[in-house]
């Protein structure tokens, strides 16, 4: 590879990838036609589900939930709202209902209706500090009052969109990471490195995020 | 008006379906002399060059998640097929709940399939014999021994000799070492003496024939970009027709087998769905290897005034004993593979470790409270992120947002693992296909009505593929989380969801209670043979591939062989 050519080896590889899906997608499929509206669409995307209220509420609810931070940007930075406002359109044309768009439009109904009973104030207008109180309450669907248990639900909904909009884009990729996607020249298996962390933990236990692991007998 | 047409040529042997049932047949038919007419009702394609290996979600719609036309994903290789193939309906006799996938495409299902490649062992061909339940094949394992060889020889699969009842080893190709995830299942299948061996997938790990060794990106179901897994187009069709004796027709939807006064099989009419006019071509003998329900649908539609029934019907089982494999899942979480260094997972395109089934003693001293057993496989580690796979984070986390949850996402990440059962359904008189009365599809072929019921042997099997996932989880320190509850009969999967139909035109020993002979050769048609999964006997919990390829291979070798004798 010259210097000149301008291209490094790994996008020569995304190159060599992205030929032989436009073959598949034009033998008669109908992709190719779709794979274009999409590109085309990636510069102003059109709103399809999202009101201009609306957006502004995702757009801070998605950042509140995946902020910037030393690692990688926030979830607009990432374009999660296009991604979940796509979704939701997407998963009514499949699933035959709205019923996903309704629980999300919902939820940032009484998202407003909540501040404006208490603060007097959109969710969107709120301070940081406010907007992060009121969270707070749905955040954590096992302390959720009786009464906040279907807005806890909500807020799960739309913290599943927000994650799924940020890892699966090229930034949350990075960011995870994830490493793969790529031709191994040889494949070793388990890493001797994390497998020993791996007999560590079997053999004293470990606490984590998700439960304690006794030791394995 | 569509016209009829025939063409003047007559072929040796006429193939219908270009899936690992024809490819095999075309194959070993192309090599042996004959002249041979392959008809695929899909359009042609070449993984080698289709291929969207190394693609990311990101630029595909919805981040590649599947839609009603892709089940399986944007990416899939699966151009034109699914439950749903637009022009082609199916129906459900009430009660019924049966999903029909269909891959309209040169190589069908070939080209994304899972490549899990399992011989049937001897007790699998004899289940009847064994516990009662069932049908007898009319042939033993050792009469399909040499075929799994040439089999796997050919096509190339990977895997390890372990001497287990009943799991017949083969030519192994050397296994990929396991991910760490897979080491760590296996020991807690140690724990709870569930046997836990390198898996067996067809999918070269060594250069063979030709084909390059794989480069682990993980993504077989995308087709192959450089031809080292199994797919019928790149291994079967395209050096069969180096040989010069293989002509493909695309688009040649087959509707049925016409048959002479004689009462042979004359040639095969199809519709060539680019003119939707009707063509007849000729050969002096016919394969079908259409998929099980599509051979039936053939076989059920070829009416003559010698065969008002059907062609090949006599005993009325055309269609008959459909099966399916028993799937049931449950999903963990292993906070022990939390918050490790980051490492590419990725590896072959499936499972590099799964579980063979370990009960066959229980069994036979009447230990267990069903027939017949399961294989479990299972997936995790850090995969290529998609569409939807960041979901019930709270369930892990608690809850929480911000840069809090961000951090603990990465932690995650990787932590998941999935069990997914497969296991053996018995042949019941209520599961079977026959002609809707009034329906048909856009080329004027009557369409397939479906009947299908589980037993209480399928019902209670799922239950126990529940009770052994949760054990493993919770013995490797995890959580599980399942839907699966005696109301919706344990998870069980709909009829025809894993994808595994088998059935419909069984081979037998005797032509009043078979379709086939022992040779896949009708008992009442000697020049019409069936090469896909339509004569299996029963549906052990191997995937029916490797057997369809070497059952294929073996009726292949009889044609050639009658042929040479003058007995066709």
């Not at chain 1, 019923?99 to 940081?128: K, M």
């Not at chain 2, 509707?255 to 000729?282: F, H, Q």
């Not at chain 2, 057993?373 to 997936?379: A, C, D, T």
Request: hydrophobic content about 35%; aromatic content about 10%.
């Amino acid at each position: 590879m010259t210097e000149k050519s301008g291209v490094s080896r790994r996008d020569l590889f995304q190159i060599m990838g992205a030929v032989p899906a436009m073959a598949a997608a034009t033998a008669g499929s109908g992709l190719a036609q779709k794979r274009e509206n999409h590109e085309t669409r990636q510069g102003a995307y059109q709103r399809k589900v999202f009101d201009d209220h609306d957006w502004q509420t995702v757009r801070v609810l998605c950042d509140l939930i995946v902020p910037a931070d030393e690692r990688s940007g926030s979830a607009t930075q990432a374009g999660v709202p296009e991604f979940i406002d796509d979704w939701l359109d997407f998963r009514r044309e499949q699933d035959g209902n709205d019923d996903l768009a309704a629980q999300i439009l919902g939820g940032l109904a009484w998202l407003d209706r909540e501040s404006l009973r208490l603060l007097n104030n959109n969710f969107a207008a709120l301070d940081a500090e406010l907007q992060q109180q009121l969270l707070d309450r749905i955040a954590f669907p096992e302390t959720a009052t009786a009464d906040d248990r279907r807005w806890a639900a909500f807020f799960s909904k739309f913290r599943d969109l927000t994650l799924n909009g940020f890892y699966s884009s090229k930034m949350g990729i990075a960011d995870l990471p994830y490493l793969g996607n790529t031709a191994v020249a040889e494949w070793k298996g388990c890493d001797p490195a994390v497998w020993a962390k791996l007999e560590e933990r079997m053999k004293n236990g470990y606490k984590g995020l998700g439960g304690e692991v006794k030791p394995w007998t | 008006m569509a016209q009829v047409k025939a063409t003047p040529k007559t072929y040796d042997v006429i193939v219908v379906g270009s899936g690992a049932g024809g490819g095999v047949a075309a194959h070993v038919l192309t090599l042996a002399g004959a002249k041979v007419c392959m008809l695929e009702a899909g359009g042609w394609y070449d993984g080698a060059k289709q291929s969207s290996m190394f693609q990311w979600p990101y630029n595909a719609p919805h981040r590649g998640a599947g839609t009603k036309e892709k089940p399986f994903g944007y990416f899939d290789a699966t151009l034109l097929g699914g439950w749903r193939v637009p022009g082609e309906p199916y129906t459900n006799a009430a009660g019924t709940n049966w999903m029909w996938w269909r891959a309209r495409m040169l190589g069908g299902r070939t080209n994304h399939y899972g490549r899990i490649s399992l011989r049937m062992g001897p007790y699998d061909f004899k289940p009847y014999s064994r516990d009662g339940r069932g049908f007898d094949w009319p042939i033993t394992y050792d009469d399909l021994a040499p075929y799994y060889d040439k089999a796997e020889e050919l096509i190339g699969v990977f895997g390890s000799h372990e001497g287990l009842e009943n799991t017949p080893d083969g030519r192994f190709l050397p296994a990929p070492a396991p991910r760490c995830y897979e080491r760590l299942v296996k020991l807690a299948c140690d724990k709870v003496n569930v046997p836990c061996i390198p898996s067996r997938l067809a999918i070269l790990t060594r250069s063979i024939h030709g084909r390059p060794a794989c480069h682990y990106c993980a993504q077989c179901g995308r087709a192959c970009g450089i031809n080292a897994n199994f797919n019928s187009p790149g291994v079967h069709i395209f050096p069969a027709m180096k040989t010069g004796n293989l002509e493909v027709l695309t688009g040649a939807m087959a509707r049925a087998v016409v048959v002479g006064p004689n009462g042979l099989a004359r040639g095969v009419s199809y519709i060539d769905k680019k003119t939707r006019g009707e063509v007849t071509v000729n050969a002096k003998i016919v394969v079908l290897a259409a998929s099980c329900c599509e051979t039936a649908r053939i076989l059920l539609n070829s009416k003559s005034s010698l065969f008002p029934n059907g062609l090949a019907n006599s005993s009325g089982l055309v269609g008959r004993y459909l099966m399916d494999t028993v799937g049931s899942d449950v999903d963990g979480y292993l906070p022990i593979l939390e918050d490790l260094p980051p490492r590419n997972e990725d590896g072959v395109g499936g499972m590099h470790m799964y579980m063979p089934w370990w009960h066959y003693k229980d069994q036979k001293a009447g230990r267990m409270p069903f027939a017949r057993g399961y294989h479990i496989e299972f997936g995790g580690g850090r995969g290529l992120p998609g569409a939807d796979d960041f979901g019930g984070s709270e369930r892990i986390l608690g809850g929480g947002y911000g840069v809090a949850l961000k951090r603990n996402i990465r932690k995650v990440y990787g932590a998941g693992i999935g069990f997914s059962g497969r296991g053996e359904m018995i042949p019941n008189a209520d599961s079977y296909c026959d002609l809707d009365p009034n329906k048909v599809d856009q080329w004027g072929i009557p369409v397939l009505r479906f009947h299908f019921k589980w037993s209480q042997d399928e019902i209670l099997q799922a239950k126990h593929m529940q009770d052994t996932f949760k054990e493993i989880i919770t013995a490797a320190g995890g959580k599980y989380f399942t839907d699966a509850t005696a109301e919706n009969n344990w998870g069980i999967s709909r009829g025809g969801a894993i994808i595994h139909e088998v059935g419909a035109a069984r081979m037998g020993a005797d032509p009043k209670t078979s379709v086939l002979n022992s040779n896949c050769q009708a008992w009442d048609c000697k020049n019409l043979f069936v090469t896909d999964a339509a004569p299996f006997v029963s549906n052990a919990d191997k995937n029916p591939t490797l057997t369809i390829t070497a059952l294929g291979w073996r009726t292949s070798e009889y044609i050639a062989e009658q042929v040479k004798k003058r007995n066709l």
